[in-house]
């Protein structure tokens, strides 16, 4: 019954002219548009479309809000989840996810961190948050050139939403739920191998793909491989291979066999 309402709620907000308009937005400041299918980028449209008409989306510190910045945070988001088996009429669509905060550019964080010299602060400068049980927040600063720029391996906005799939399962330990005990097998085996080696990689070494902010924890290096998986999909593929195929085998999708 729960769906019915939802497919005919949904019916309403899926119809042409949204669609069209949305396009218009993406295809004009989305990078990664360009290298999307005709079909791809309908169903990036309709995933899109449901978060901006499901989610509580709210401007902070002033922002107000517009019909671009919800259209390019949204489908950065919805680009993870296009492989997946979603119906854009009646699945739920990150369900972990209420409310989408966004702020001009970095803000001060309200929690209380103690430093290493055991300095409290009551804010840091920060860029973006996913909090369990809690909303996203992204900087529209940061998350505007993640979508302008598809190409440098970092993106906001696709490493929050990560953790939200990350998230989905109940424990942030960097493992999405997966599909069968082979799978988790493997997931961990591979991400345990790749994580040792960004945390032993030397600063600076030429031969990473991954910020080495992934090193930080398996939580962190799950989101920081996703940036890279979309925004440096063949140099992933050449130089982690095995990280690569099970990001691919997550995400159900092969980025690195798209276009320029
Ligand atoms: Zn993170």
């Not at 005709?38 to 809000?65: H, M, Q, Y």
């Not at 680009?79 to 997946?84: A, H, K, N």
């Not at 990150?94 to 001009?104: A, I, M, Q, T």
């Not at 063949?234 to 980025?255: G, I, K």
């Amino acid at each position: 019954m729960l769906s019915f309402f939802r497919k005919r709620r949904r019916g309403r907000v899926l119809g042409p002219g949204a669609r069209s308009r949305i396009a218009s937005i993406l295809a004009r400041d989305l990078a990664l548009w360009r290298t999307l299918s005709a079909t791809e980028r309908d169903r990036l449209c309709d995933l899109a479309l449901v978060l901006i008409a499901e989610k509580r989306w709210e401007g902070c510190a002033g922002l107000t809000l517009t019909e671009e910045m919800r259209a390019l945070i949204a489908a950065q988001a919805a680009l993870l989840l296009m492989g997946f088996d979603l119906d854009p009429l009646t699945s739920p669509v990150y369900p972990n996810v209420r409310d989408v905060l966004v702020y001009p550019s970095g803000y001060f964080a309200t929690t209380r961190r103690r430093d290493a010299m055991g300095v409290v602060h009551e804010g840091s400068p920060n860029l973006g948050e996913a909090w369990y049980g809690g909303p996203v927040i992204v900087s529209w600063e940061h998350a505007a050139h993640g979508a302008r720029d598809g190409s440098d391996g970092r993106n906001l906005v696709l490493h929050e939403f990560a953790h939200k799939l990350d998230m989905l399962d109940g424990v942030v330990d960097g493992t999405p739920p997966l599909a069968g005990a082979a799978a988790y097998s493997t997931w961990r085996q591979v991400m345990n191998d790749a994580f040792a080696r960004l945390r032993s990689a030397r600063p600076g070494a030429s031969v990473l793909v991954l910020d080495r902010y992934g090193a930080t924890s398996p939580a962190e290096f799950f989101a920081v491989a996703t940036e890279a998986f979309f925004e440096r999909p063949r140099e992933m593929r050449e130089r982690e291979p095995a990280l690569y195929d099970t990001l691919a085998m997550y995400y159900r999708q092969d980025p690195a066999a798209r276009g320029p």
